[in-house]
Every structure is written in C-alpha cells, then in structure tokens.
C-alpha cells in the first residue's frame, strides 16, 4: 500500500509528539493542510509528469550528481506520447525547473 501526503505528515508530526497543521488526528480541519494549499497550474500538469517520472535519472561524476539525463526525459516524453515539435520546449523547462530543485537542495 502507498503512503498518501496525510499520512507521512501524521508520521513526520507524530515523531515529535505533535499534531499536524490540519490538527487532531481523528478530526482533520483540511482547510488548514498545507500540502492541499500548493496547487499545480494546469499549465504545468505535463510538466510534472514528466518530471516527476525522470526526477532520479541524474548523470552521475566525479563530482557527485550532473545534469538531468536528457535521453531519460525524451524516453519519458516519447512513452507520453508527447509531439515531437513539443519536446524541446519541453525539455528547456524540464531543466530549468530542475536547476531550481538542485539549487533549493544544495542550500538546505
């Protein structure tokens, strides 16, 4: 069985003898959750899905991770069914969004 977002944040909340944002465990007020306050733009739905299936698939160095493999993410765009004339667009805002992700990673 998969975890949902609620339960790894009862999980993580619980470890430090908290309740969550959304409050009691029993009675969640999901108006105050905040993994359901980040919404995806529509816009962006592919995007994501794209993302989110190559996220891992880093070309590894001496230096630790390099960039995102782009053979994965145009297998993954293939498998889509995602147009050809699409894809480069595709793929500038695919590595962008994940410069954006190392950057944040490398800073915490």
Known sequence: MQKTDCDE???TYAAYDEDPPCGRF?????????WLKTQL??????????????????????YGNGPLNILAVYET????GIPRKEQ?????EIMA????????????
Not at 26 to 34: K, L
Not at 42 to 62: A, C, K
Not at 77 to 80: C, E, H, N, P
Request: charge should be negative; include cysteine; charged fraction near 40%.
């Open 26 to 34: 029993g009675r969640p007020d999901y108006s105050e959750c905040t």
């Open 88 to 92: 480069l667009d595709l793929l500038d």
């Open 77 to 80: 765009m293939d498998r889509l």
């Open 9 to 11: 944040c009862r999980e």
């Open 41 to 62: 733009d529509p816009d962006n739905e592919t995007l994501w899905e794209i993302y989110r299936r190559v996220i891992g698939q880093h070309v590894s160095g001496f």
């Open 97 to 108: 969004l994940d410069r954006k992700v190392m950057e944040a990673i490398k800073t915490k």
